[in-house]
């Protein structure tokens, strides 16, 4: 797969909220928003605190869906949770993915998507 610029987009849902996934520099949405945000400048702020607790390993926790498929939460400081990872079969592909999205984070383009809302 082609390299790309690494990436978070930030788009408006089929019910008008704002939301935001980064993507990495393969291609693939490693993580999306836990929530819609009525205001984009929200949205914004969720971003920033992503990108303000993902060095944190507190911040990070695996787990289980009812599948049976592994997934991260990022939670901010006050627990709440800002972004959901995709689903894998294995543990170690979501290890490779926080490392992946502590390296290219931080210097990633926002691509605004749909901004008619």
């Known amino acids: 797969?082609?390299?790309?610029?690494?990436?978070?987009?930030?788009?408006?849902?089929?019910?008008?909220?704002?939301?935001?996934?980064?993507?990495?520099?393969?291609?693939?949405?490693?993580?999306?928003?836990?929530?819609?945000?009525?205001?984009?400048?929200?949205?914004?702020?969720?971003?920033?605190?992503?990108?303000?607790?993902?060095?944190?390993?507190?911040?990070?926790?695996?787990?289980?869906?009812?599948?049976?498929?592994h997934f991260y939460t990022i939670k901010a400081r006050n627990g709440n949770i800002l972004a959901v990872g995709r689903n894998q079969e294995e543990l170690d592909i979501l290890e490779e993915d926080i490392a992946l999205i502590r390296a290219q984070l931080n210097s990633s383009n926002i691509l605004e998507i749909g901004t008619e809302a």
């Not at 949405?29 to 605190?49: C, M, P, R, V, W």
């Open 1 to 69: 797969m082609p390299q790309v610029k690494p990436t978070i987009q930030v788009y408006a849902d089929k019910k008008g909220e704002w939301r935001f996934r980064f993507i990495c520099d393969q291609g693939d949405a490693l993580f999306h928003a836990s929530e819609g945000y009525t205001a984009k400048a929200n949205a914004y702020k969720g971003i920033d605190s992503v990108k303000r607790n993902i060095s944190d390993d507190k911040r990070i926790e695996f787990k289980v869906n009812n599948r049976g498929k």
